[in-house]
């Protein structure tokens, strides 16, 4: 069975820090992993990933994936308030679309 | 329109009654799925459609869960006798392959479902 583990649950940082955010996986006929950020209801896009070692940036997050030792990590540095919010890890296997596998989420919440 | 959209974005309903929750996709998009999100998880797949049809209703977790897109855009996640355990948040995403066989898929808003 297709499963992705995400890690810390809960992480709480102060503005201004740096926090890493942790995804492992383990899934059939990997094509890539992606992460979003969930603030109320609706996850927004941030990251896909499908190729090992490549760095995605959009500003102060950033992201990398790791196919040998299979998992992914998602950087945020300089954190804001607004940074506040669950973080998503999914992976999509096989060809064609196909549903997402999602992990239960890292929820960060960042205090002034 | 440039998102996603579900209504209603809120729904209360009792034990036993039937409820249809409707997702509006991106133009164009020809796959649509359901997830189901609970409170501290992760979304879990339900449904997922290519064009008109149910390419894998593997998720849906019984029979009073249905799901139609009779004109490949719109649809329409419908549930029987709503129970307590179906409170949640329904989230609906779209998405069309790209070149190389790359699809992101972009979520609505989600409906929360409260059933009492």
């Known amino acids: 069975e297709d499963k992705v583990v995400q890690s810390p649950l809960s992480l709480v940082v102060h503005e201004g820090d740096t926090v890493t955010l942790n995804c492992s996986y383990e899934?059939?006929?990997?094509?890539?992993l992606l992460w979003y950020k969930q603030e109320k209801k609706a996850p927004t896009f941030l990251f896909m990933l499908?190729?090992?070692?490549i760095e995605k940036k959009s500003g102060r997050l950033s992201s990398i994936l790791d196919k040998k030792e299979l998992f992914s990590i998602l950087n945020i540095t300089a954190t804001q308030t607004g940074d506040s919010a669950v973080y998503l890890c999914?992976?999509?296997?096989?060809?064609?679309?196909?549903?997402?596998?999602f992990g239960k989420g890292t929820r960060l919440s960042v205090i002034a | 329109g440039a998102g996603v959209s579900q209504t209603p974005s809120n729904k209360v309903t009792e034990k036993g009654k039937y409820v249809e929750l409707r997702c509006d996709p991106i133009?164009?998009?020809?796959?649509l799925y359901w997830y189901r999100q609970s409170l501290g998880q992760g979304p879990e797949f339900l449904i997922y459609?290519?064009?008109?049809?149910?390419?894998?209703d593997s998720g849906l977790p019984n029979d009073r869960f249905f799901a139609v897109r009779p004109e490949g855009s719109v649809s329409t996640l419908k549930i029987q006798r709503t129970e307590r355990g179906d409170s949640a948040v329904y989230l609906c995403?779209?998405?069309?392959?790209?070149?190389?066989?790359?699809?992101?898929?972009?979520f609505g808003p989600g409906t929360r479902l409260t059933v009492l």
């Open positions: 899934v059939t006929n990997f094509r890539s």
């Open positions: 133009s164009g998009h020809t796959a």
């Open positions: 995403a779209s998405s069309t392959l790209l070149a190389g066989g790359v699809d992101t898929q972009y």
């Open positions: 459609f290519q064009g008109t049809g149910a390419a894998d």
């Open positions: 499908t190729s090992s070692g």
């Open positions: 999914a992976v999509e296997a096989g060809s064609g679309n196909t549903p997402l596998v």
